[in-house]
């Protein structure tokens, strides 16, 4: 490479890190609403970036090295969203006060959590003391489709009230975890069993029947809560609940009302999926 094509390059560059420097100020101290890209527009972003270095030739990193930092931050990104489940597709902030040491910003911020969306607005003050800097969360306002229970309706409240977002990420997290957990083990069952699950509610419901085809008027109805509690603790609760034939139950009212109990201690026993699956094999073996 000649040295006139050489110094073409540094100056492009150069100018490329003042522009960059400018935008930086600008973004911080804009005062109007600002919308972010979401992860996928973020992830097509560093592809289209690294089409666009390749060939390119500056005085500090090779387009190799760069291209290999481009693509570890895409793998981190992909592992972040697939180990906390977490995948936000908005985000923007408004600045309605900024001081020497104090700053105030309203954030709206929406997102999935495995397959539960929701969505946050939030103001967000920040003050900076002595090299320190504070940050308090106020204005809290949280929209959750589960939130029609009323376990998740309680803690939603509390976190409002609160400002508490770390534990509402937190609790989301594993309670989506639960939730997703319960949606595979229904399908896990449903499509191995198909003659003796049914899902009334669908793979969203918290409850599965089983039958056995060849006895008629007898069922069990598995029901799945996951309860939320005001803390943020998650709780999976099971039961049992059979449906006989009034006159089986007449003669057998014992036996049947300990299936419950039974089912109770195979699950702390074997865990959900083999206590399922035992119960499924008792109800099938009178086939």
């Known amino acids: 490479m000649d040295e006139s094509a050489f110094q073409a390059y540094e100056n492009e560059i150069q100018a490329l890190e003042e522009e960059i420097r400018l935008l930086t100020e600008k973004y911080e101290d804009m005062q109007q609403e600002s919308t972010f890209f979401s992860d996928e527009e973020i992830l097509k972003a560093i592809k289209s970036l690294q089409g666009e270095t390749q060939g390119e030739t500056n005085g500090h990193e090779s387009p190799s090295d760069l291209i290999a930092q481009l693509e570890s931050l895409e793998t981190d990104l992909s592992f972040l969203m697939e180990f906390t489940g977490f995948h936000f597709t908005s985000h923007s902030k408004k600045t309605v006060e900024k001081t020497q040491n104090r700053t105030v910003q309203k954030h709206r911020l ?162 959900i999926e083999a206590a399922i699956e035992n119960l499924i094999h008792v109800l099938g073996s009178g086939q």
């Open 110 to 271: 929406s997102g999935k959590c495995h397959s539960l969306p929701f969505q946050l607005e939030f103001q967000l003050l920040e003050m900076q003391n002595d090299q320190k800097v504070s940050a308090v969360v106020s204005d809290l306002s949280i929209i959750m489709e589960s939130r029609e229970d009323s376990n998740v309706s309680k803690f939603v409240s509390r976190t409002e009230e609160h400002g508490d977002l770390p534990t509402f990420f937190r609790s989301l997290s594993t309670y989506a975890e639960w939730y997703e957990h319960r949606r595979h083990t229904f399908l896990h069952f449903k499509a191995k069993y198909p003659d003796i699950v049914t899902l009334p509610e669908g793979l969203l419901g918290d409850f599965i029947i089983l039958r056995n085809p060849k006895v008629s008027g007898f069922e069990l109805m598995i029901v799945w809560k996951i309860h939320l509690d005001e803390e943020g603790t998650t709780t999976p609760v099971l039961d049992l609940l059979p449906k006989v034939p009034e006159q089986v139950l007449e003669q057998r009212m014992r036996s049947v009302g300990s299936i419950p109990g039974s089912f109770r201690s195979a699950l702390r026993l074997f865990g």
